[in-house]
């Protein structure tokens, strides 16, 4: 880098003038940080930034809760601010709780990890969507993407019948964007489809290298969610993440989620086949384990903990097809994906793995014992596919 990295939120504490409006609805968390870990709410206050609400994604504003859950508070203790779960609110539930709140203007500060089916980023589309709707202008206060920004690398979401709150829009599974270019993206693209039209502003990064992972921004890691500890947790969750919506254990209940693969019906085999495969940037450890919650908690499981060896030769979503091709062949007919209704959103319906992958494809192809490896075309290079009216920085 040619000169420190500044985040968005870092800039706006400088100039608060880079966030419009005179009563501010931050949506934010606990990855909302300063590069000395004190809090974006505290320093825009201090900044003299007109906080006047904070509105929270899953995990909660602290951060306390695990997937699929928000915590219930009314209010932030140390900044004095009225709070609002935003998590599975959405359309005219969203349009309303934002107005009741009083705002005139929207901010956006949590910390993304450049995976599509988490779900920070959709808290951030379905806000923008209201903003347009209310008539709200909508700030961005962008952060790197963990993965870094050249490339992409999964499928999309080509099929409206499998948009959901791990896929609202049509980005692919390792997208290579930031908040603040996904944002221009759903602006241009999504909103602008619908007939909505967004004052969208992107306090954007200064100093970022597109094409180094977050080891060389100088910034601290902060945990963005209870089960992705590690950077390398980030790039095991790009693609096993998909082991969400099978019989697999991907590692929930261990101190190395996603990381960590196994079931108890798997043998020796799958990590020797695994071994015999030779992917790029990884290697693969026999283990044995015990889920203290979630998938096959409290029995023991035979499995794999992937060890990354080279960041930018591993490829997640083909390492994630080849693991599940590896299970499948050690233990035939038990390797499949959850049955339809199992892990998904109250209310919601249909398969986890349909949600996850963005089609049918991937389930039809495991449960038929048909051929994994073909169904993604690899990595591709991010400036390939995003025009310069949605990337800020040089690729």
Known sequence: MTSRLRIGAERAADQPELIPGSRIGLLTNF??????????IDALQGAG?????LFGPEHGLD????AGESTEIERDERSGLPFSDTYLTEGTALDDMIAASGVDALAFDMQDIGVRFYTYIWTMYDAMRSAARLGLPFTVLDRPNPLGGAV?????????????????????????????????????????????????????????????????????WVPPSPNIP??????????IGLVEGTTLSEGRGTTRPFETIGAPFLTADFASDLRARGLPGVLFRDIAFQP???????????????????????????????????????????????????????????????????????????NAGAP???????TRRVAEIYGDDVLLYPR
């Open 31 to 40: 990855t909302g940080t300063m590069p000395d870990l004190s809090r974006t």
């Open 49 to 53: 930034v007109p906080l006047h609400h």
């Open 63 to 66: 951060g306390s809760v695990q």
């Open 152 to 220: 992409l690398s999964g499928p999309g979401v080509s099929d409206s019948r499998f948009t959901s709150f791990v896929g609202r829009s049509d980005i692919h599974q390792r997208h290579g964007l930031t908040a603040g270019e996904l944002a221009r993206l759903f602006a241009r693209r999504d909103l602008a489809a619908d007939g909505l039209d967004i004052d969208l502003h992107v306090v954007a990064l200064t100093g970022w290298d597109v094409h180094r992972d977050w080891r060389a921004t100088g910034l601290p």
């Open 230 to 239: 590690t950077l390398d947790s980030v790039y095991a969750f790009a693609g």
């Open 292 to 366: 203290t919650f979630h998938k096959h908690v409290g029995e023991t499981a035979r499995g794999v903990q992937l060890h990354l060896t080279d960041h930018g030769a591993y490829d997640p979503v083909g390492t994630a097809l080849a693991v599940l091709e590896a299970a499948r062949a050690s233990a035939p007919g038990e390797v499949r994906s959850l049955d339809a209704g199992q892990r998904l959103d109250p209310g919601d319906t249909g398969y986890a793995l349909d949600r996850l992958w963005g089609s049918t494809t991937l389930r039809e192809a495991l």
């Open 372 to 378: 994994l490896s073909s169904l993604t075309p690899g």
